[in-house]
């Protein structure tokens, strides 16, 4: 970073956006995030199941990776935090046979990457808003392509998925927007199928009046939402300069009742900070 700064001291201003791809690209060498990734497998706190998973997924890292952030041994042991949530909620309901597996959204694969060697037989596709990501996807992973729109009840993939995954996309959408997600999830989930989603609970909204981490909010936004969440178990604040997509939080009552509304799904699995020990995480099934 300070190397960046120096550069931007005698680089035109102009050529800052060229200067801050050749960073991305720079820091996504396959040589280094091997190393970081080998580094995660030295964690005596992993399983040797863990040590397993590792050494065979991916270490190839979009350069344009937004939840890449240089940190790479953090940024796989959030893909490993994913899959054991994946498979705690599969044991729950005795799901063995996957064949069709929907990431939604899959940002550049990172928990894609240990889906794919989880379930090597699947047909996994991989659904973004972006076209990079996606074919990035596709490239590393064997994924089918797939595009989203800002309009969810607009999305229609024409297929049905034993499971589906949804990291982190219901903790930045509006009431009207989770609700809308989880109408796309119930009508792409195939009879007996497993749709698995995170959300920002009880921790997050604890975290957020505190300052302990701002979420991109201003003072102002971090005040309301701070107030709004204990009276009704929901809180929403957009981010500055978008339209509908911010910061939610939500409590479990409040998702479930959301996930009532929409009928034909039964609740097997809830764990509170599961992903990350950050973001709650919930696993409906689909009535047969």
Known sequence: MKHVK??????????????????????????????????LQSDPALTERDRQ????????????????????????????????????ALDRVGLKDVGAILDFPCGSGRVMRFLRQRFPDARITACELAEGPVQFC????????????????????????????????????????????LRLFRRHLA??????????????????PTRDFDYGLLPEQIQRIGDNYPETGYGFEDYRGEK??????????WIRERVGEVGG????????????????????????
């Open 265 to 288: 799904l039964g609740e097997v699995f809830f764990k509170e900070r599961g992903w990350d020990d950050h973001q709650d995480v919930f696993a409906f099934v689909m009535s047969r």
């Open 138 to 181: 596709v490239r590393t992973f064997g994924a089918e392509p797939a595009y989203s729109s800002p309009n969810l009840d607009n999305v229609s993939l024409r297929k049905h998925f034993d499971l589906i995954w949804c990291g982190s996309l219901v903790t930045h959408l509006n009431a009207q927007g989770i609700a809308a997600l």
């Open 191 to 208: 009879p007996g199928g497993l749709m698995i989603f995170t959300t920002h609970g009880d921790f997050v909204a604890r975290r957020i």
């Open 53 to 88: 998973l590792l050494e065979n997924v991916s270490s190839r890292i979009y350069f344009n990776d937004g939840m890449y952030h240089g940190d790479g041994a953090h940024y796989f042991k959030v893909g490993l935090s994913a899959i054991r949530c994946i498979d705690e």
């Open 244 to 253: 509908d997509y911010g910061v939610s939080l939500t409590s479990p009552e």
């Open 6 to 39: 120096a550069l931007k001291r005698v680089v035109p201003s102009a050529l800052w956006p060229y200067l801050g791809a050749v960073r991305r690209h720079a820091r996504t060498i396959p040589a280094r995030t091997r190393l970081q990734k080998k580094k």
